[in-house]
C-alpha cells in the first residue's frame, strides 16, 4: 500500500460545523474538500491523513475510502465486501467490529446488513489465510464503517480508532459535558484570537478553555493518544514520526483566558482537566456566580454553554434564571461580544437580547445555536 498515492477520505464532525472544518482539512493538505451534511469528504495523500489526524481540532473520525458500489440487496452489501481485499489492508491478529449509516436504505434490517459485512470481511481472511478476526465491539484495533444510500454504498476503514475528541488528556467530565470538537468548533465561530481575553462564566469542567488554551498555543490536539491508521498494514512508521515531530504554529501573544463556575466541585474539576492537558499556566480560574462576575477587562469575547434543562435544570428554573443572565451581561459585560451554546431556542426570548449572529447546530442529536450578542450599554435589548 503506497503511502505517496492519493486516496479518498472522508472526515465526520458535528453538524453546523462542516464549513469551518473544510477550510481546517485544506490547511492541513487535503485536496478538493467538499462538504456535506455531517462532514466533509477529500483526498490526500497518507501523509495528509497522518497530520489530519494528528492536528484536526474538528473532526470527529477520518475514514478512508476503500470500497464504492450499486446495491439492490443484502446479497449484494456482502458481495460489495467479499470483493474488497481486506487481508491486504489490516492484520489478521486485529480484533474488529462494524459499524453502519444509512439514509432512506431499502434494506430491512441494518442489523442484518452490519452482519453480513462482518461476515464477508471474516469469510475473505478465511479464504485467504484460513484464519479470521476475533469481533470486540468495545475496543476494536480495526473498525470498518458502511454508509448506505438509496442505491449505492460505501466501505470504508477508520484511521482514528478512538473519535477524535477523545484528546487523551480528560480525567474527569462533568455532568453535561460538550465534546471537544465541538467546543473548539464554538471558540472558532466566536471569531476569538488569542490576543483579547476570553471568558467562560459557566465553565464546568473546562472544555472549552483547554480547546481555546491548545488552539492558541499550538498544541496538537492528538499529541497524547495513539490512531487506527498505526494498525493498518500499510503503516509507515517512519513517515508518522515526521509528522509528528513536526512544530505547530504557536501564536506570537501569550493567551489571556478566564473561567469561573458557582461550584467548587466544578472550578476543582477544571483545574485538574486542565493540568492534565498541559495548559493550566494559560488560564485565571476563580469561583464565582455569573450573575456576579466582573468584566475581566474592558472588552473580549465572552463563550458559555449555560444549562439548558436536557439534564440539568428544569424549564420552570431555567425560565427564571435567563432573564437575570441577560441583565448581568447588560451590566456588567459592556463593551465585549458575548457567545451562549444552548438547546433552548427560547433563550433570546427569555433573555432579554437581541442576538446579532444565530449559528444552527447539533450536540449529538440536539438541535442547538449558537447565540451571539454584542454588549453595548443601553442598545440591543429586545
Request: with cysteine; hydrophobic share 40%.
Amino acid at each position: 500500500m503506497s503511502t505517496s498515492r492519493s486516496e479518498s477520505f472522508f472526515a465526520p464532525c458535528p453538524r453546523g460545523l462542516e464549513a469551518l472544518l473544510a477550510g481546517e482539512l485544506a490547511k492541513l493538505g487535503a485536496r478538493e474538500p467538499r462538504q456535506r451534511p455531517g462532514g466533509v469528504a477529500f483526498t490526500g495523500t497518507w501523509e495528509t491523513c497522518y497530520r489530519a489526524n494528528l492536528w484536526s481540532r474538528l473532526a470527529s473520525r477520518l475514514l478512508w475510502r476503500v470500497s464504492e458500489f450499486a446495491y439492490r440487496s443484502q446479497a449484494d452489501v456482502y458481495a460489495a465486501a467479499m470483493a474488497v481485499d481486506w487481508p491486504r489492508l489490516f492484520p489478521v491478529g486485529n480484533s474488529l467490529r462494524v459499524n453502519i449509516s444509512a439514509q432512506k436504505s431499502p434494506l430491512k434490517s441494518l442489523d442484518f446488513a452490519t452482519l453480513r459485512i462482518k461476515d464477508a470481511v471474516c469469510d475473505r481472511f478465511r479464504d485467504a489465510l484460513g484464519r479470521r478476526p476475533e469481533v470486540d465491539r468495545a475496543k476494536p484495533d480495526t473498525r470498518v464503517h458502511a454508509f448506505l444510500e438509496p442505491a449505492r454504498g460505501e466501505l470504508y476503514l477508520d484511521t482514528s480508532g478512538e473519535p477524535l475528541f477523545k484528546r487523551g488528556w480528560r480525567s474527569e467530565a462533568g455532568e453535561a459535558p460538550l465534546r471537544e470538537n465541538l467546543a473548539a468548533g464554538i471558540v472558532m465561530l466566536s471569531g476569538w484570537r488569542p490576543g483579547e481575553p476570553l471568558l467562560d462564566p459557566m465553565c464546568g469542567g473546562g472544555t472549552l478553555l483547554v480547546e481555546a488554551a491548545a488552539m492558541a498555543r499550538g498544541r496538537a490536539p492528538g499529541a497524547r493518544r495513539h490512531f487506527g491508521f498505526e494498525k493498518l498494514s500499510g503503516f509507515d512508521g517512519a513517515l508518522w514520526e515526521r509528522v509528528r515531530k513536526a512544530p505547530g504554529v504557536i501564536e506570537p501573544p501569550n493567551p489571556t483566558l478566564f473561567g469561573s463556575d458557582s461550584d467548587e466541585k466544578a472550578i476543582a474539576m477544571a483545574r485538574r482537566n486542565l493540568a492534565q492537558a498541559g495548559v493550566e499556566r494559560w488560564v485565571r480560574l476563580e469561583r464565582c456566580d455569573v450573575l456576579q462576575r466582573a468584566a475581566p477587562a474592558p472588552e473580549g469575547v465572552l463563550i458559555a454553554n449555560p444549562p439548558y434543562g436536557e439534564r440539568i435544570g428544569s424549564r420552570e428554573e431555567l425560565a427564571a434564571f435567563y432573564p437575570k443572565l441577560g441583565d448581568a451581561l447588560k451590566r456588567n459585560f459592556a463593551g465585549w461580544r458575548a457567545h451562549l451554546f444552548t438547546a433552548d431556542l427560547r433563550l433570546p426570548k427569555l433573555i432579554r437580547l437581541q442576538p446579532s449572529r444565530r449559528v444552527p447546530l447539533h450536540n449529538g442529536g440536539l438541535e442547538c445555536r449558537l447565540y451571539e450578542f454584542r454588549m453595548v450599554a443601553g442598545s440591543n435589548r429586545g
